[in-house]
Each structure stands twice: as C-alpha cells, then as structure tokens.
C-alpha cells in the first residue's frame, strides 16, 4: 500500500513526541487508516543539534521549500511555531494542495479563517485539535459532541505552565519565578514565556473555543485579558484561608446573542471539580443549555499529551484522504458575533483592602458599595500583623463589572483606603 507521507516542521517537544507515537504505534496506525505513515522530512533551525530521539540525519533539513514544495508530501504537521512565517508557509503549502495539522493557537486565533477559508478553496483540510489543552480532545468535543446543543458557557483553565505555576506556590509555598524556570524545562512553556504568564496563550485558545462553541466570529481583541505575574503569596493564602484556590480562568459566557470572553487570575471555591485540577493539567467545563454541565480533563501541555492530538489529527487526514471528502466539511457559518457591556456582565468578587485601623472605616467602606448597589456576601476586617493598618475582606454577591469599577473608583478616592491590594473575580 502506498505511504502516506508528512513533512514535519518543527522537532521540538511537540515535534519529538509526534515521531515517537508515529513511530512507536506504526502497525496501530496502519491498521486503522490501511497505508503505513512515514515522517518523510523534518524542518528544524539548526540541522547539527543534538536531539532527545534518533533520527536519520538524511529526513533533517533547514530549508522548508524541501517540504513545501516535494511533491510526494501529502500532509504538513506545523509543530514548530510563530506567526507571519508560519502564516506563509501554511498558505504556500495549501495552495500546493497539502493537508495541514497544526498545534498553533496563536494562528490560529490570529489567521484561523483566512488558513480555513484556504483550504477549503483547495480541498484542504486543516486540523489544530492540539493548539486547545494539550491532550484534551476538546476542538472536536465542541465542533461533533455539542452540534446539538447550544453552549452557553465555557470555562477552563487551558494553559498548563500557568496552572503549574499557581500550583506549586499554592501547595508548596514555591517560588514564582523558580517554577517558571521548572515548567520551561519541561517544555510546558512558550519559547517566549510572557504570553503563558501574561495570560495571552490562554486568551487565543479561548477565542478558538468560543468560536467554535458560540459558531460566532470571536476576536482575539474581544478577550479581556489578565495574567498571573501580578499575583502574590499573600493572596494565594488568603484565598486558601477562605476556602479557594487561585486560577487562571478563561470564562466565555453567552446570553441570548450577547458573548463575554475573559482570562483573568479567579478565586474558585475548594468543592468546585476546577479548584483540584493542578500541575499541567487542564480542564474545560461546558454548560450546554440541553446536556447541562459537562467536563473535560487532561495534560494541557507537554510532549507525549500534544502529540496525541496532534497525531490523532493526522489519522483523521489520512482516513478523509482515503474517503476523498478532504476539505468537504460543512462550511462553518459564524454569526456575527455581539459582545456584552459591562453592565451585562455579572460575577462574583474578592477584594482585599489594606485601610486605616480607626472607628468609621468599615461602615464607610460598605457604604460605597451600597451606594452603587453591589450587595456583600462577606466581610471579614483584622488586623494585618505587618503593618499598623487593618485589612478588610470583602466577598460580594453577583455584581455587574460596571458597578464593581464604580465602587473601585470610590474607594481609590478613599483617604482611609490605604491600598486596593487585592481584586477577583469569584467561581463556585
Ligand atoms: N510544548 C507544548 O506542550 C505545546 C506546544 N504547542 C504548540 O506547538 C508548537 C511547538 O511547540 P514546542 O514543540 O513546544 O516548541 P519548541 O520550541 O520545543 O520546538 C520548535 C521546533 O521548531 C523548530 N523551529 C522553530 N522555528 C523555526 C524556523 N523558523 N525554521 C525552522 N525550524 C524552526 C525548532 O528547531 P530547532 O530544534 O533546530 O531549534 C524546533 O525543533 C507551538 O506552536 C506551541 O504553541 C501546543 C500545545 C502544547
Ligand atoms: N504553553 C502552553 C503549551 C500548550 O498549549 C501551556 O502551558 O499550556
């Protein structure tokens, strides 16, 4: 039977871990698509350096017209990365006729229906179930699972160096900056670590979920995005004190016609199934109006765990090559999509202040709430063994964001507020 064969950009770790499964479950493979899987070429930066597997030096290049542009490739699997570079070889190769499986969120949050719209111009397919949490098999949960329903909620922690990071500081008292380093070296991180910690690597994988779950044109400009390099020790004890654990959330809601997608550092209370999801894992809940809750777990990055994906994409090429019905999906029709005011937008609140020690203060304090009609849950006030002043712990009920920056606004303005030390968003 004639090969299938793949050009493979990239021998990183996502790259490593797809020649070791293709490798490693030929016959598995094989039997399911009938035609063996042979990693043709492979694209790397620099053809001398020393690798983790072996690999027949002669596959090695650093030329990527030698993949684009061999005629005998029948698939690219794009494992090595960035953006405007990648954008062209991926559309030289498309008009080339070649299937594409790519593990690149940040494509395809950018330029994912310019590179879809391609294909489907040229009988293309193209599949990115890994650029979504790692080995989680969530793109095709959402797109085939839920075609019936109608998602009004999703949400998740989708980067694994991040939910690493918080972790580590929340059971071990580690070290922010010493965990990163640990994350990276287990190739969990971005090549430029910013965007895991900066929380734009989890704010593309949610434009891509809630594109697809919404069937709406989700931006990667739509996201409100916060990251985790501003949290402290503190805050993670505090939350720990009051039965939560801190993680990085992507929450997309939708209501009626109206989306609200976020990634921001969220307080989830302890018996929430999201506050035990730790380490690299990944776990994305979706709330279908007719399913109710559901949920999905896994490693969210990592060599073995993404080449799953990754290959599991490349099976299902090959078993569309065989049918014929390449580039023949339903062609996804994206409403416009209608993005919600901050009125509109309703949660939970942490706040924790650091105010004068004196008589008054809390009354004037919950008196800025009141004024803008944000009701509390909680309030906690004590001594803060640091320093003269006192802190104040205040958990609201469901507010609008309008109103929360309102009472934040007043109590900047505040002389007896000495800091805002403090503000999150509450699940669970
Ligand atoms: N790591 C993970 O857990 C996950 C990663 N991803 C995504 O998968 C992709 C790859 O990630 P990862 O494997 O971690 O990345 P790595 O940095 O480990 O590997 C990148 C690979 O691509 C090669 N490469 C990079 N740029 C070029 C270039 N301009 N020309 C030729 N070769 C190039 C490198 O070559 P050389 O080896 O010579 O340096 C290297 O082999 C990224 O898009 C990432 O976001 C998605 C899910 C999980
Ligand atoms: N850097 C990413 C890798 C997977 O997408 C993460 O940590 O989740």
Redesign the pocket.
Known sequence: MKPIKVGL???????TGVVRLVEGHQSDLESQVGSPIVIEKV????VS?ARSISIDSSKLT?D?WDIIHNPEIDVIVE????ID?TRNYILEAISRGKHIVT????LMALHGPEILSKAQEHGCDVMYE??VA?GIPIIRTLVEGFSSDRITKIMGIVN?TTNYILTKMSQEGADYSDVLKEAQDL??A??DPTSDVEGLDAARKMTILATLGFRANVALEDVDVKGISSISREDILYAKRLGYEVKLLGIAERQDDYISVTVQPTMVKHTHPIASVNGVFNAVYVYGEAVGETMFYGAG??ELP?ATSVVADLVAVVKNLKLGVNGKQEKLAYKEKKLKTDEQIASKYFLLLHVADRAGVLARITQAFAEFEVSLESVLQQPNENNPEAEIIIITHDANKAAVKKVLGALENMEVVRVIKSVYRVEG
Not at 103 to 106: G, I, L, R
Request: charged share 15%.
């Open positions: 950009l990239g021998l990183g770790t996502v790259g694209l790397v930066q620099n350096k650093e990527v494992v090595m990365g960035g570079l593990a690149n969120k940040d890994a650029s790692g694994g190739g969990y971005e090549s990055a990592g993404t």
